[in-house]
């Protein structure tokens, strides 16, 4: 599954990207929205929020794009929201 993560990022005027160091930031767990999913995939759905570890998957950033995305499997997930529609 595909997920645009949520991190919060540090972005100068010139666009450079500052990473954290922080070693207590690596136990925060991560949340990211699920844009795209694998036919084996049973319990998540496109739109749903996932929780996962902060070194979890591939993360990627296509250069046209200013958000980032992690490729995660189904075994990676700690915890799915659902937002019902009313």
Partial sequence: MVVIHKEKRTKT???III??????DERIPQLGKVVSIGPDV???GIDDYVVFEAYAGLEFQPE???????ILNEEDIRAIYTQDEE
Avoid: C, H, M, R
């Fill in 42 to 44: 049973n319990d998540i």
């Fill in 64 to 70: 046209d794009e200013d958000l980032s995305y992690v």
């Fill in 19 to 24: 990473a954290t160091n922080n070693k207590a």
């Fill in 13 to 15: 005027e010139s666009g």
